[in-house]
């Protein structure tokens, strides 16, 4: 099936891919991505000093409500049995890193979890520190790493 777009019919309308008779298997997708700013915002997410509270404690979460909130947000995405989430935000030189890890036991995999952590995380970061910074960039957002089910492992 390689080359063939599979959310879409033979009449190219779009649909939700059958998994039904796919094999139930432990799966799990990692993705990475940064929110670059400026030198004085990130002394303020490190100092934990903006008015909102601490930058990374709540991109944390709302990087985990993404992933479990992810079937509701992108169309054609099935809801999965979720079974671990983990979202780890650094302060880097430029910035921020995030990194979200999904696992579940399914008949799908959780690559669209993982982004969907990393993008709200980053979207909170910016959320939080806007007032201070506009010159915000979310880069970089991709799948880094998969295992499971019929097509296996990627790695980057």
Do not use: W
Not at 9 to 22: E, L, N, Y
Not at 132 to 156: A, C, M, P, T
């Amino acid at each position: 099936m390689a080359g063939r777009l599979t959310h879409f019919d033979a009449d190219g309308a779009a649909r939700m891919v059958d998994i039904s008779d796919k094999d139930v298997t432990r799966r799990i997708a990692v993705a990475r991505g940064s929110v670059t700013m400026a030198a004085n915002t990130r002394t303020l997410i490190a100092q934990a000093r903006t008015t909102k509270g601490d930058v990374l404690a709540v991109a944390r979460l709302a990087g985990i409500m993404g992933a479990k909130k992810c079937a509701d947000l992108i169309p054609l995405c099935h809801p999965l049995p979720i079974t671990r989430v983990s979202v780890d935000l650094q302060m880097s030189d430029n910035g921020v890193e995030i990194e979200s890890t999904v696992k579940t036991t399914g008949r799908t995999g959780a690559e669209m979890e993982a982004l969907t952590a990393v993008t709200s995380a980053a979207l909170t970061v910016y959320d939080m520190v806007k007032a201070v910074d506009k010159n915000i960039i979310i880069s970089n957002v991709q799948l880094v790493f998969k295992d499971g089910g019929k097509s296996g492992r990627f790695e980057v």
